[in-house]
């Protein structure tokens, strides 16, 4: 199970910096490759492009985040960050529902992520740390990269 965490833990930890570097690309180049999957239409245009960048840089941010916490062997910490980032593909359903955007993209993207990050953070917090495991005598598996 922690290699399935672990795993899962990079995946979502590598998804927002792919998704957020095509929104910061199209933000800089046009286009609305990445915006039209986050379900709101009409796509910005003018100045309010601008939100290209704004969601893009935020989606970087967190993924660096978990991805920093989880590499200096934070599993916990990253469990707490993981849980409270849920909150953001939340909103994100919450802005697509809010804005007449398609409901399988507010479900099926925005709500599905925010039960996937809500599942890995819950698996994270439920790991026994090394030091738990060794106070009550049970055998740690090596965890093989």
Same mark, same amino acid.
């Given at each position: 199970?922690?290699?399935?965490?672990?795993?899962?833990?990079?995946?979502?930890?590598?998804?927002?910096?792919?998704?957020?570097?095509?929104?910061?690309?199209?933000?800089?180049?046009?286009?609305?490759?990445?915006?039209?999957?986050?379900?709101?239409?009409?796509? +910005?245009?003018?100045?309010?492009?601008?939100?290209?960048?704004?969601?893009?840089?935020?989606?970087?941010?967190?993924?660096?985040?978990?991805?920093?916490?989880?590499?200096?062997?934070?599993?916990?910490?990253?469990?707490?960050?993981?849980?409270?980032?849920?909150?953001?593909?939340?909103?994100?359903?919450?802005?697509?529902?809010?804005?007449?955007?398609?409901?399988?993209?507010?479900?099926?993207?925005?709500?599905?992520?925010?039960?996937?990050?809500?599942?890995?953070?819950?698996?994270?917090?439920?790991?026994?740390?090394?030091?738990?495991?060794?106070?009550?005598?049970?055998?740690?598996? +090596?965890?093989?990269?």
């Amino acid at each position: 199970m922690r290699r399935f965490t672990t795993v899962l833990t990079v995946l979502l930890g590598v998804f927002p910096l792919t998704f957020g570097s095509q929104f910061v690309f199209n933000g800089l180049f046009g286009g609305d490759g990445a915006a039209a999957s986050f379900g709101i239409d009409p796509w +910005p245009t003018g100045t309010a492009a601008g939100y290209f960048a704004v969601k893009g840089v935020r989606d970087i941010a967190l993924g660096l985040v978990i991805l920093a916490l989880f590499a200096l062997g934070q599993r916990r910490s990253t469990g707490v960050v993981m849980a409270i980032t849920t909150i953001v593909p939340i909103v994100d359903m919450i802005t697509v529902f809010t804005h007449h955007g398609p409901a399988a993209t507010a479900l099926g993207v925005h709500g599905l992520t925010a039960l996937v990050v809500l599942f890995d953070a819950v698996l994270l917090l439920r790991e026994r740390s090394t030091a738990d495991t060794a106070q009550t005598g049970e055998s740690v598996q +090596p965890v093989h990269s």
